[in-house]
């Protein structure tokens, strides 16, 4: 899907959260471009107002560049961005102070009005965009506090009036410090939301590097043991042999078996952990997706399908369910399981697939399924199934049912 929707879909969650984030700090700029540029030309006309409302334009930009590349620093994809917060900072208190001079010096009802709303606009709006930039919390208060006490402080050369310097001092602190929490607030929720993200990723290579483990150990178990015999007893047999003894020939017989029982319970190992057991992956992967938030619904039951049939749609089951995990914004996933015309089909489906799901790309683990259900001649499907969903289908073949001896025997044999 293309456009609008297919762009938005196509982001993973913290994708979404950064493009949420930066957008509304561009609708500051928009919105102190309103108020502050174009109200400005309602209020005194176009000729006197004209180079003003250009100058809070002018800063709304300043705003919007300066809150995007506050936000790559953020993200560790650029440097802090200090020269452009001090020119932010040079420029708002500039255009403050020429608001001031206007609203003492201006004439008329309609020109304070409107020096009035310039002023607080580019205090408000640049501090509220210099709080991005500023990871400390001190420094954020010094800058909103300072831009309060500036209004006031400038104030007074000018003439304007003890109270409306006061009202102008409590305007720019609390409208300051509401954008400042806003920006540091945006800030620590993003950042949290790519830390969680970072930490499902984290859970998923934990539980791979925790099975890689528990085969390690279990190898270790199995052939420890017998390693640590076979090497006493070529050892004995090496001496033996030296001295002309004939019980070096039973002692090697001896290493053989080992060796070969060895071999086999290695076999029997990687045989189990190959062999995945459906019920209990079903239940697993329910348990791991409703822990990540996802509501999973599972229906089917294996039943008494054949041990290979399971173990092939138990790594279906598996792979299927780390997908679900780590590729898109899944929130719901049905996992379903029918047996009828001699088939047994696995069926799971989930929503918040991104524009390129991760089964269309190389290196997936589908591979893998159609190699190891095509041992059984099953097929697997896996693809879009509209509206952002992702459906992935593995059937396999039963084996006919084994024939009732009694019913086997020829009828003569029966009737004697």
């Given amino acids: 899907m293309r456009g609008p929707v297919g762009w938005w879909r196509g982001k ?11 957008w509304s700090f561009h609708s500051f700029a928009l919105i102190e471009a309103a108020l502050g540029g174009l109200l400005v030309l309602g209020q005194v006309g176009p000729h006197p107002a004209a180079w003003l409302a250009a100058a809070v334009i ?7 560049v300066t809150a995007s590349r506050a936000l790559d620093w953020t993200r560790g994809r650029r440097e802090q961005p200090l020269r452009l917060l001090w020119t932010l900072g040079a420029v708002t208190a500039a255009l403050a102070v020429l608001a001031l001079g206007v609203h003492a010096h201006g004439r008329g009802e309609n020109v304070d009005t409107a020096a009035g709303m310039v002023f607080a606009c580019v205090l408000i709006f640049g501090a509220g965009t210099i709080a ?11 800058v ?25 001092t409590v305007m720019v602190l609390v409208g300051g ?36 483990l528990r085969f390690g150990r279990d190898l270790h178990d199995v052939l420890g043991r017998n390693l640590a015999v076979i090497a006493l007893k070529a050892e004995l047999a090496v001496q033996l042999g030296r001295r002309d003894r004939p019980e070096a020939v039973e002692q090697m017989i001896e290493v053989q078996r080992l060796a070969q029982e060895s071999q086999r319970e290695v076999r029997a190992v990687v045989r189990g952990y190959r062999e995945a057991d459906l019920a209990a992956e079903l239940a697993g992967a329910q348990g791991v997706l409703a822990a990540a938030g996802i509501d999973c619904a599972v229906t089917g039951s294996p039943g008494r399908l054949p041990t290979p049939v399971q173990s092939a749609l138990g790594w279906v089951v598996r792979e299927a369910a780390t997908n679900v995990l780590r590729h898109g914004d899944a929130r719901s996933c049905t996992v379903s399981l029918r047996v009828a015309d001699g088939r047994a089909e696995l069926t799971v489906e989930n929503d918040g697939v991104p524009a390129s799901p991760a089964g269309d790309r190389p290196g997936s683990g589908l591979a893998g399924l159609r190699e190891r259900l095509s041992e059984l001649d099953g097929t697997l499907r896996a693809g879009p199934a509209g509206r952002g969903r992702f459906k992935l289908t593995a059937e396999v073949p039963l084996p006919p049912p084994a024939a009732d001896p009694e019913t086997a025997r020829p009828m003569s044999e029966a009737t004697r």
């Avoid at 993973?12 to 930066?22: G, H, L, M, Q």
């Avoid at 002018?58 to 919007?64: L, T």
């Avoid at 991005?132 to 010094?142: E, W």
Wanted: hydrophobic share 50%; proline share 4%.
């Fill in 132 to 142: 991005l930039g500023v990871r400390n919390r001190r420094r954020v208060a010094a």
């Fill in 177 to 212: 410090a509401f954008l400042a929490f806003t920006s540091v607030f945006s800030v620590w929720l993003l950042n949290a939301v790519y830390a969680l993200d970072e930490a499902r990723e984290t859970r998923a290579r934990l539980a791979v590097a925790e099975e890689r």
């Fill in 144 to 168: 909103v506090t300072g831009f309060a006490t500036g209004s006031g402080v400038a104030a007074f050369p000018l003439g304007i009036p003890g109270p409306t310097a006061l009202a102008n």
């Fill in 12 to 22: 993973t969650t913290p994708a979404k959260v950064e493009t949420y984030t930066r």
């Fill in 58 to 64: 002018g800063h709304a930009a300043v705003c919007a």
